[in-house]
């Protein structure tokens, strides 16, 4: 049951008055223009026009917002304020409960996930709403700082589902913790529920129980004054004139942890995927960080492709966070570096600039390119020395942009490539060359695939032999039980047919997984 229907029997809330506000039809509606800021004024307008009566507009507003209605909600209550047509609705008024709201931190890769799961969870989403929710993910920096700098802050409640989702034959953590958390409240997390169901209710338990406390709560800390004013901040000095410049504070959450892929190992000293082997390339990668001179380092790990760098990459990028600002940028679709740094400067940008709303606005309105440029010569700072900025697969930005990257004044540089006679003479220069695994770790990665897939016995067959023909190359280890399952589950030992393909001189036939 929905929320809706058990709030009148509550006895906090049997004399509430309960409305819903949709927007499923815009979503799917190839006929309609409606978008995200249209959908936050009509919320305002929808309820500025049922609060008419003097005693309407004294009573406290609460919200629970699920998913993608949590950024309708957080883009009104941002609104509000300088909208002067809706007189029934006060900021103090509100408090507002976020269900599995994706705030902050997606790459795009999650926020396709995001999309997938609402679309799924609605069907038939439309192509022009698909396209503004992606480039909604960068605006949402905007948006994230603009609540949370409202005065007063409406009292909010975060909450995350506990479970996967099972959407397109796969199970999907749709909306993480770390993304469903805003600003310095970290969201709870609810057992026994996915991205779907964290708004339904079996019973008058568990998840119920969780929000009507979070609703009790909130109507508390809204009917008693309670509202989440913003804290004073410490005195800082101010920006260079007439350009910005980035102040050496650190932020609020200790270090900076920003790029691609990182939000895969938000929560975690180790990515999605089992890693294995390796240990002695990570010792060497944190070896290369104990640099007492002063001059920068650069640390490249060079090899072939699926050879397993941009997982090291990743693997050691975790056990640094909280230690030192990481970066992590890669390109993605054939993205440039401009558009990377854009995105990232454009991310961290209201923590690297004071906090005033006046200087907010500068930002907001600086040009891109100048915000990179920023954020390039404040990677040289002091308050970066311990920093470590990270390109993986630099290549793939360009040959003519690697000189252009590798002159970047960060002091600790890792970069990986598949180009075996990249070397540098102006930095501390070193090199790690990925060799194959070893035939244990190989095994140990076909078997770890055949779990996760739940494969038929059969397939445990002849993985030493299987291992001996990848030749220690993980992503083909990765790949190859996957390729069994597929091409070769009619036979008596897929194993064996497996190998049997690295054993024909029909070219044609090897290239089948190859």
Known sequence: MWLRDFLPEHENFKNSRVMTFGYDSDLTDRSTVMELENWAETLLQSLDEVRTGKKEKERPLLFVSHSLGGLVVRKAMARLYPTPNCQNIKLSQCGIVFLATPHSGSTKADWSSFL????????????????????????????????????????????????????????????????????????????????????KFKSRLGALVTVTMALRELLSEVTTGGV?????????????????????????????????????????????????????????????????????????????????????????????????????LGSQDRE????????????????????????????????????????IAWLGDTCNKDSIFIIDDIEAFGYSKIPVILRYPAQHVLISTRDSNLIRADRVFRELRSSPLGHDDTVRILQSTLESLSANPVFWDSLGSIARRIQGHPLAARNAIPFAMEYLATYKSPGAAFSELFESQDPEERKVFL
């Not at 503004?132 to 603009?146: E, I, K, P, R």
């Not at 805003?182 to 969201?187: C, D, F, N, R, S």
């Not at 900076?256 to 990515?271: D, R, V, Y």
């Not at 290369?288 to 997982?311: D, H, Q, Y």
Request: proline share 4%; charged share 20%.
């Open 116 to 199: 997938v799961a609402t679309a799924h969870t609605i069907g038939g989403v439309r192509a022009e709403t698909v396209k503004t929710l992606q480039s909604f993910n960068t605006a949402s920096v905007w948006d994230t700082a603009a609540f949370l700098n409202l005065e007063p802050c409406p009292p909010f409640r975060c909450f995350a589902e506990g479970l996967k989702m099972r959407v397109k034959g796969t199970n999907q953590h749709i909306v993480t913790q770390a993304s469903a958390t805003l600003g310095k409240y970290q969201a709870h997390m609810i057992m026994d529920v996915d991205h779907s169901s964290i708004c």
């Open 228 to 328: 989440q004013q913003p804290k004073a901040q410490p005195d800082r000095r101010m920006f260079g004139q007439p350009r910005f410049l980035a102040h050496t504070y650190p932020p609020d959450r200790g270090f900076w942890w920003e790029g691609t892929k990182l939000s895969e190992i938000q929560h975690q000293l180790t990515s999605t995927r089992t890693f294995f082997g390796r240990s002695k390339e990570l010792s060497t990668l944190g070896s290369s960080l104990a640099t007492n001179g002063t001059r920068p380092s650069l640390t490249v790990v060079k090899g072939i492709a699926g050879i397993g760098k941009t997982e090291l990459l990743l693997q050691f990028a975790a056990t640094q966070r909280g230690r030192r600002n990481v970066f992590f």
């Open 336 to 375: 440039t570096i401009d558009s990377v740094l854009s995105k990232l400067s454009t991310r961290i940008g209201f923590d690297m600039i004071e906090g005033s709303a006046e200087n907010q606005e500068r930002w907001r309105s600086t040009p891109v390119a100048e915000r990179v440029q920023i954020f």
